[in-house]
């Protein structure tokens, strides 16, 4: 287990909250960051060693950009724009039958998964403590906190536990039950990797489709790397989550005997650096928060890959409940509720989007006419309603909050 960095020491007051957030990738970061700035002392548990890097490109879709100008990150986030074109939709001979115009595909701005985290991270470093290589074990509450073991740490207490660990989160099962009470799989398997642009592709990428599958390759780093995806339909697959090469063999099985650069595509997966592989799902909750506590992002209200839209929940998700913990003083009761208030229509909406988008992945794929016709209505015909970001009036980090106060390490 590694600790970087202590916050800053000051004066305590009974508004201030120890808050201790599970998961270092979009969700948590971007509240501590918030936390912060609103007085509160977060403290962020990552189960892996250290920041993770790289993976799949995610978008962002309009609000979310307004969060991110206001933690002055946005001409940052601009810079790792992936600038991506326009896609070639290819069979399995490898003939272009359809241009897939990038304004369907990469939203507003799409960048780096792990470029976005490593800027999270590095935007709250220096003011927030950091626990790499350690998860919550348990988590029991009383009147006055959470008394909190970690698998490798030793035990402390919070005012407040936090879940921002995703999908698969331990503190959701920890707080609310087993995860097969929440998640709703949408039919979809995706395995993604990295790999060399041995294609030599620029700004762009190439999909292949056949029934009740698909692949992917596209462009990343400044053309200097690549990412490949598999996606096939599936109900329900008997796998061991930690067993990469069982995950594997399930994909090569499927593309066996599909053609164009499918063999390739699985010669770099076997020997990728990286490998990710998962349902796609969402998950569905009555309430996103039990006594102390709460859930954000993936880990509460997951909309899935299809809708295109869970980078933003968690960043608008960890504005709204940082803003919403300040507002009441510190009161996570009256907090917890106007977050859910405040999230909820968001969050359907995007549910809606993303069982939809899952129904649609695997249908013939569309002609060049309706492409055409979707990217000249975008992005209009991308929007969701927009969520209305109610202004917490967040004094700047290094400057102390009004009526909040920075406390020492939790
Ligand atoms: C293939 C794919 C493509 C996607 N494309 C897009 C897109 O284009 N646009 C978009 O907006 N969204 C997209 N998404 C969704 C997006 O990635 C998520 O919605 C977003 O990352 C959610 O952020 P999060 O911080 O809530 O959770 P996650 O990003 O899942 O992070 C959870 C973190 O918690 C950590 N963790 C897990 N368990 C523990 C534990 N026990 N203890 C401590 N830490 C733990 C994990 O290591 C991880 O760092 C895509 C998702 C997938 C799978």
Redesign the pocket.
Known sequence: MTTTRTTTTGTTTATARTVLI???????PALAYWLRRHGFAPTV????EAV?EGG?????RGEALDVLDRMGLLERIRELDTEMGDAAMVDAEGCQYATLPAVIFA?DL?VL?GDLTRMLYEATRDDVEYVFGD??ASLTEDEHGVEVTFERGTPRRFDLVVG???????TRALAFGPEEQFVRHLGIY?A?FSLDNYLGLENTGRLYAAPGKAANIFTARANTEARA?FHLAAEHLEYDRHDRVGQQRIIAERFADDGWEIPRLLHEMAQAPDF?F?A?AQVEMDSWSRGRVVL????GY??G?TS???????LIGAYVLAGELAASGGDHTTAFAAYEREMRGYVSEHQSVGREGAERFFMPAPTQEILDMLAAQAPENTRTTPIRLRDYAAPALHEPAAGAAVMGGA
Do not use: M, W
């Not at 799949?56 to 962002?60: K, P, S, T």
């Open positions: 599970s998961g270092a990738s979009v969700a948590g548990v990552e189960r892996a993770r799949y490109a995610v978008d962002f939203g799409e998964k998860s919550i921002a660990d995703g999908l698969h989160s331990r995706t993604i995806a990710f998962d796609n954000l992002g993936d880990a997951c909309a890959p295109g839209r869970g980078t933003s929940q968690a």
